[in-house]
Nanobody, 122 residues
Framework: QVQLVEFGGGLVQAGGSLRLSCAAS????????MGWFRQAPGKEREFVAR????????YYADSVKGRFTISRDNANNTVYLQMNSLKPEDAAVYYC???????????????WGQGTQVTVSS
């Protein structure tokens, strides 16, 4: 069982940066693939980034590649999403998720945080 809590959302101007954190509790955190997803009003939840536990390899949605960076600290059971050069279209509720399968599909994740709001003003 893994519990996830996100921190770090807020209001930022376009072009600005935010860092989201996701604190995990429970055993075996380091064995899970960790992902970040987002959901804007009226839209489906979409993949943003994920990182594997074994190699630390990272994967990104094309829309955020080069601007966002996912990282994890297994010793402190935390995963981060550094978001730079934010755009108004990045505004959404951001969720972290944990799963045993490396996938971009939300259905592939077993545990979810409650979400944190990111608002980007133009």
């Amino acid at each position: 069982q893994v519990q996830l809590v996100e921190f770090g959302g807020g209001l930022v101007q376009a072009g600005g940066s935010l860092r989201l954190s996701c604190a995990a509790s429970g055993r075996a955190f380091s064995t899970y693939t960790m992902g970040w997803f987002r959901q804007a009003p009226g839209k489906e939840r979409e993949f943003v980034a994920r990182t594997t536990w074994r190699s630390g390899a990272s994967y990104y949605a094309d829309s955020v590649k080069g601007r966002f960076t996912i990282s994890r600290d297994n010793a402190n059971n935390t995963v981060y999403l550094q978001m730079n050069s934010l755009k108004p279209e990045d505004a959404a509720v951001y969720y972290c998720a944990a799963g045993v399968v490396g996938t971009r599909l939300p259905s592939g994740y077993d545990y979810w945080g409650q979400g944190t709001q990111v608002t980007v003003s133009s």
